[in-house]
């Protein structure tokens, strides 16, 4: 069984940074990408940016030059560095792995919200 646990949530105003962390536990393959999602209110889930097992990574245009996706293997986790967060940025934060062409295994969600 695998399980995702986010991290790093929280209240921040704007123009300010959050890192947040996702472990992952049970038996993820090292070949799988990962991803963060978010979803704000009334609005659909929306891939954020996902890094692959090479390292490979890919962003949204909204985030793409204040976002940054990494992992540390060793510790099994990947990391959404947000700097310069906007309003807009607020939403829940989702990790996800995925196998073969699926997202298939999804932390809880973490709460991101950027005041004005």
């Known amino acids: 069984q695998v399980q995702l646990v986010e991290s790093g949530g929280g209240l921040v105003q704007a123009g300010g940074s959050l890192r947040l962390s996702c472990a992952a536990s049970g038996n993820i393959e090292r070949l799988n990408t990962r991803g963060w999602y978010r979803q704000a209110p009334g609005k659909q889930r929306e891939l954020v940016a996902s890094?692959?097992?090479?390292?490979?990574?890919n962003y949204a245009d909204s985030v793409k030059g204040r976002f940054t996706i990494s992992t540390d293997n060793a510790k099994n986790t990947v990391y959404l560095q947000m700097n310069s967060l906007k309003p807009e940025d607020t939403a829940v934060y989702y990790c996800?792995?995925?196998?073969?062409?699926?997202?298939?295994?999804w932390g809880q969600g973490t709460q991101v919200t950027v005041s004005s």
């Open positions: 996800a792995v995925r196998v073969l062409t699926t997202w298939r295994y």
């Open positions: 890094i692959t097992s090479g390292g490979g990574t």
